[in-house]
C-alpha cells in the first residue's frame, strides 16, 4: 500500500507516492546545526564526528540533483552518496 504526501515545490503543492523513490544515505563534511534541515526537506539529519549524514527516500534524480546543488550552493564538502539497497519507511 502507498500513502501520498504533499511537499511544497515553488510555492506550489504537489502530490508525490512514497516508496517509488530511492533511499539514499548523504554525507558532508562539519556538523550542521538545525537550521540547515529546512534545505534538505524530507531527510532525516543526523551529525556525528564532525559529519552530517542525510538519509532518505529521493523520488527521482531531479530531487537528487537539487539535494547535491544545494550542498554546493551552501559551501559544504560533499563526502559520499550512496543508494540504500532494500530501505524503506516501515524499516526504521
Do not use: N
Request: proline fraction near 2%; aromatic fraction near 6%; charge should be negative.
Amino acid at each position: 500500500m502507498h500513502y501520498a504526501q504533499t511537499i511544497l515545490e515553488s510555492g506550489k503543492q504537489r502530490k508525490i507516492r512514497e516508496g517509488t523513490g530511492t533511499f539514499y544515505r548523504i554525507v558532508v563534511r562539519d556538523e550542521l546545526s538545525q537550521r540547515y534541515a529546512a534545505a534538505f526537506e524530507g531527510m532525516e539529519m543526523e551529525t556525528k564526528c564532525g559529519q552530517t549524514i542525510l538519509t532518505g527516500e529521493v523520488v527521482d534524480q531531479p530531487q537528487l540533483h537539487g539535494f547535491l546543488d544545494r550542498i554546493g550552493g551552501l559551501g559544504l564538502k560533499l563526502i559520499s552518496v550512496e543508494a540504500v539497497p532494500g530501505e524503506s519507511r516501515g524499516d526504521k
